[in-house]
C-alpha cells in the first residue's frame, strides 16, 4: 500500500504560489497520483493527476521526479477562494479500495 | 450535467430512529461510492457498487448500516437503529468505467441525538 505523508496545514497569501508535497515512498509502477481539493461544506472534487514529470491545467500543476517517490502540487496566485483541504491519493484506480483511501490532507489557508 | 445529487442536505434525528440516505449518480455513471467524513477519522469508504453490484462493503461500520443500489440512477444508504456516534457527513460519489475521476455530491450532514 502506497501510504502518502503530506503536511497537516500551510498558511500563504493572496496572490503568492504554494507548493504542497506529498511523499509516498512505496508507489508501484503502475500507480497513479491524483489530488482533490475540499472547500467547507462540499465534497471533494478532482483537481489534477499524473504520472511522471508535469502535469498542467487551468487550475494547477503537478510536478513528479524522476524516482515518483514523491509528487508536488502548485497552485499559482492563490487566492482566498483556495483555502481549502488538499488530498494526495497513489493507486491505480483498478486496484479497488486502495485507489479509494484518502488520507488527512494538507489544510491550506490564505490570508489577504 | 447537474452532478450527484444527494438528499436530504441535513438530517437532525433521535438515537434508534432509522435514517436512510439517498443518492443519485451521475448518468452514466458505473461506480458509486459511500464515504463518511468526521472530523477524528476523516473521509472514510463505506462501500461502493460497479453496475448496481456492491463490490466492496468492508468499510460499513456495523450490521446497522445497510445500503442498495436498486437501479443505475439510485442509492440508498441506511441506517437502523441510529446511534449519536453516527454523526457526520455521509458523501456518495460517482465514476466511470475506467476513468479516475471522482465526483462527489454536496453530502448529508446527520446529526444523531
Known amino acids: ?10 498558511d500563504s497569501y493572496e ?10 515512498n512505496n508507489i508501484a509502477t503502475n500507480d497513479y497520483i491524483t489530488w482533490y481539493q475540499q472547500f467547507p461544506s462540499q465534497g471533494p472534487r478532482f483537481i489534477i493527476q499524473g504520472y511522471k ?3 498542467t491545467n487551468e487550475v494547477a500543476s503537478l510536478f513528479i521526479p524522476a524516482d515518483r517517490k514523491s509528487s508536488t502540487l502548485s497552485l499559482p496566485r492563490v487566492s482566498l477562494s483556495d483555502t481549502a483541504v488538499y488530498y494526495c491519493l497513489v493507486a491505480r484506480m483498478d486496484t479497488g479500495r486502495r485507489a479509494l483511501t484518502f488520507g488527512s ?3 491550506l489557508q490564505v490570508q489577504p | 450535467d447537474a452532478g450527484v445529487i444527494q438528499s436530504p442536505r441535513h438530517e437532525v434525528t433521535e438515537m434508534g430512529q432509522e435514517v436512510t440516505l439517498r443518492c443519485k449518480p451521475i448518468s452514466g455513471h458505473d461506480y458509486l461510492f459511500w464515504y463518511r467524513q ?3 477519522r476523516g473521509l472514510e469508504l463505506l462501500i461502493y457498487f ?6 466492496d462493503d468492508s468499510g460499513m ?24 456516534r453516527d454523526s457526520a457527513v455521509y458523501f456518495c460519489a460517482s465514476r466511470r468505467q475506467n476513468n479516475e475521476k471522482l465526483f462527489f455530491g454536496s453530502g448529508t450532514q446527520l446529526s444523531v441525538l
Do not use: Y
Open chain 1, 1 to 10: 500500500l502506497a501510504k502518502t505523508t503530506q503536511p497537516i496545514s500551510m
Open chain 1, 15 to 24: 496572490g503568492q504560489e504554494v507548493n504542497i508535497t506529498c511523499s509516498h
Open chain 1, 53 to 55: 514529470t508535469k502535469v
Open chain 1, 105 to 107: 490532507g494538507t489544510r
Open chain 2, 38 to 40: 468526521t472530523m477524528m
Open chain 2, 50 to 55: 460497479n453496475n448496481n453490484v456492491p463490490i
Open chain 2, 61 to 84: 461500520p456495523e450490521d446497522r448500516f445497510s445500503a442498495k443500489m436498486p437501479n443505475a440512477s439510485f442509492s440508498t444508504l441506511k441506517i437502523q437503529p441510529s446511534e449519536p
